[in-house]
């Protein structure tokens, strides 16, 4: 079965994007499936296959998603920033950019917005990981 956008999407999402800590995800070409490796597990059945590393949307340790959301809330009147920022220094930025029912700092409108952004940024490592698959 060939790997679809739904799939990839799945595992950029959920890659932590260390092999030497939770792992990373993969493509093996000689197989066309995704699979996850790390040092603890390195995945013995795809030894000697060519693989590609597959994006991360948020690696770990990396603060990536956080320093996207810092951006991203520039556009919000300087008060909101200010109240999240406030937010972060607490509680940190993993939770200010989750949804308020959660624990998180955001509104419904403000998660939906923050949502756009997200999906966007996911469009674009998919694209990427079609461009490292190949045809």
Not at 33 to 45: G, H, L, N, R, V
Request: hydrophobic share 35%; aromatic share 8%; net charge negative.
């Amino acid at each position: 079965m060939p790997v679809t956008d739904r799939m990839l999407i799945g595992a950029i999402a959920s890659n932590p994007g260390r092999y030497d800590g939770a792992g990373e995800a993969r493509y093996c070409r000689d197989c066309e499936t995704i699979y996850f490796a790390s040092a603890k597990d390195p995945a013995t059945e795809h030894g000697g296959h060519q693989f590609v590393l597959l994006p991360a949307l948020n690696p770990d340790g990396s603060g990536r998603l956080a320093a996207i959301f810092q951006e991203f809330i520039k556009r919000w009147p300087a008060e909101r920033q200010e109240q999240l920022e406030t937010f972060a220094r607490r509680k940190g930025w993993d939770l200010a950019m989750e949804l308020h029912y959660g624990g998180g700092a955001l509104t419904d409108e403000e998660t939906e917005e923050w949502q756009q952004v997200v999906q966007g940024e996911l469009q674009r490592l998919l694209a990427e990981a079609r461009q490292l698959i190949g045809p």
